[in-house]
């Protein structure tokens, strides 16, 4: 018997609390990876056993809470269902979003295959649900019409930018002919056809602009991380991950070409993850302002169209 056979019979109970509880145990005994969605095996068994039995993934599981489903009675059939799920999980290292071809960003679905990176940026945050500092709105003009969303992978930022700010319209833009697929049917899924476009580009060849607000979640990952990441992230496409030596390979072109790309009062917002060190040797004579995601303030930054034209100068 397989390690993830064994893992995979030991997830019984014939209550939901008892599936997600032994699923979570089920998750760590195997060593997952976790990032893409959930950042604990509870968070993730509970995601998995829901989204199998068909129930809402925002259900209460606390046993005695008001509207709780934990006791609710499961089936010897769910119950094979279900540990299926995470034996496939546990077996093939994918992230857990691949297999259920669904993720959740700031409550909304979207639709996600092999084709794109798993969405997860914390852009997504700053346009739907800012932190206190963290607000792309304060630094707008009334002017903002034009917004590109470039690497934008399934298309997710898009379509939440687009939600977000119902006057402008939206292009989304990846060098991936394969992620543009899969950004075209969330495009579909939210009927934003008339205002969100769908660009093949590699970087902003193919998209010239002028722009008054570009959102950019990167390859950013430096060749020293992209040599150690878990399995899980190895199953999604090196092209939307690898950033170079030092993660800036991208960012570097991105800025040369920037500044004539941009409107007066424009402004960037740039994630790059955990390679802040890096962005800083590269750039340190860049004026950024930095964002407060859940994550902190050093994932995602801000650069105006003026600080940009003049670092460019100089």
């Known amino acids: 018997m397989t390690s993830a056979n064994a893992n995979s019979s030991a997830i019984q109970g014939d209550t939901v609390a008892a599936l997600v509880a032994c699923g979570a145990k089920a998750l760590a005994d195997a060593g997952v990876a976790f990032g893409h969605g959930t950042a604990t095996a509870e968070d993730e068994a509970a995601w998995l056993t829901l989204w199998k039995l068909g129930l809402p993934l925002d259900s209460e599981l606390t046993p005695g809470a008001p509207e709780s489903i934990a006791d609710q009675a499961v089936t010897k059939e769910q119950q094979a269902l279900v540990a299926t799920l995470f034996e496939d999980r546990i077996r093939t290292r994918k992230p857990a979003a691949y297999l259920t071809r669904e993720a959740w960003l700031q409550g909304v679905p979207f639709y996600i295959d092999e084709r794109s990176i798993v969405p997860r940026s914390f852009i997504a945050e700053l346009l739907v649900n800012p932190q206190p500092g963290g607000s792309i709105d304060d630094w707008l003009s009334d002017k903002t019409r034009a917004v590109l969303d470039l690497c934008t992978g399934n ?77 899980e992230y190895r199953a999604e496409p090196e092209l939307a991950l690898a950033g170079g030596e030092d993660g800036m390979d991208f960012i570097r072109q991105l800025l040369k070409d920037l500044p004539s790309r941009l409107n007066k009062e424009a402004v960037v917002v740039l994630e790059i993850g955990n390679e802040k060190p890096f962005f800083e040797a590269a750039f340190p004579d860049l004026p950024v302002f930095w964002l407060d995601t859940s994550s902190g303030d050093e994932q995602v930054l801000l650069i105006t169209e003026e600080a940009l034209r003049h670092w460019a100068a100089t």
């Not at 997710?156 to 319209?169: D, I």
């Not at 939206?170 to 205002?195: F, Y």
Request: with cysteine; charged share 15%; proline share 9%.
């Open 155 to 231: 298309g997710s930022l898009a379509c939440l930018a687009a939600m977000a700010y119902p006057e402008v319209q939206v292009t989304g833009a990846d060098i991936s002919p394969d992620a543009l697929a899969v950004a075209r049917i969330n495009v579909d899924k939210h009927e934003l056809q008339q205002r969100v476009r769908l660009v093949l580009s590699d970087g902003l060849a193919a998209v010239p602009g002028p722009w008054d607000l570009v959102l950019c979640n990167p390859p950013y990952v430096n060749t020293g991380s992209m040599a150690s990441l878990p399995a």
